[in-house]
């Protein structure tokens, strides 16, 4: 049987297009990874500064070369490991934040059919209470959790998804295929931020 182009049509892949300020989830989830990462290292690297004063005490008062090479040693392998332990954990964390947020945010605006504040508050609302649900307590507390997220969420999710939005419509207006003499579309988009300061 002979295929009429009708069928080679309907056969081939649709692929969806994302709405214009739309961020891309899995590049947010790397971010929201490498963020998370060195913000738990960093701070565990700064909370271990009093356990180093701490070695260095007993440096002092250890005569022994050995003793103080296995006390130095000890002190330089605890500190690896919780810093290395605190940026596992904290890139885990914000990572799984952000992709939750991003996937809820993506899921809104797919649904809705528009890219609007809504998306990110209804975003920021979910994922708060979603992660409210992690916290440890008894099941009253895990509801007190889930409606403190909720509000909490949206209530911070409005204005940074108000700027957002302001942002990417100075960064989108003209259109989006439009280009300045042949540039890229950031180099149109930042000729043209230059051209409105300019004014």
């Keep these: 049987m002979d295929a009429t182009p009708d069928d080679s ?18 590049t947010a989830t790397v971010i929201g990874v490498f963020a998370g990462m060195l913000y738990g290292g960093s701070r565990e690297a700064v909370a ?33 490991i919780r810093v290395t332990r605190g940026s596992i954990i904290g890139g885990i964390r914000l990572g799984m934040f952000t992709a939750a947020f991003h996937g809820v945010q993506n899921l809104l605006a797919e649904q809705r059919g528009v890219h609007d504040v809504l998306n990110v508050v209804g975003a920021g609302s979910a994922t708060a209470a ?4 992690i916290l440890p ?11 403190l997220g909720s509000v909490l969420g949206a209530a911070v999710c409005f204005p940074l998804g108000w700027l957002q939005l302001s942002l ?18 950031v180099g149109s ?9 300019k004014k």
């Excluded at 307590?137 to 409606?147: I, P, Q, Y």
């Design 9 to 26: 049509e309907q056969s081939a892949p649709t692929r969806n297009v994302r709405k214009a300020g739309t961020v891309n989830w899995g």
């Design 48 to 80: 271990s500064v009093s356990k180093d004063a701490e070695v260095m005490l007993k440096l002092g008062s250890t005569p022994d070369k050995r003793e103080q090479y296995r006390l130095m040693r000890d002190a330089m392998e605890k500190r690896f």
């Design 130 to 133: 979603m992660f409210g649900l």
């Design 137 to 147: 307590g008894s099941l009253m507390w895990h509801a007190r959790n889930v409606a």
């Design 168 to 185: 990417a419509e100075k960064a989108f207006e003209g259109g989006l295929g439009e280009t300045v003499e042949g540039g890229s579309g």
């Design 189 to 197: 988009a930042i000729e043209r931020m230059e051209g409105n300061l």
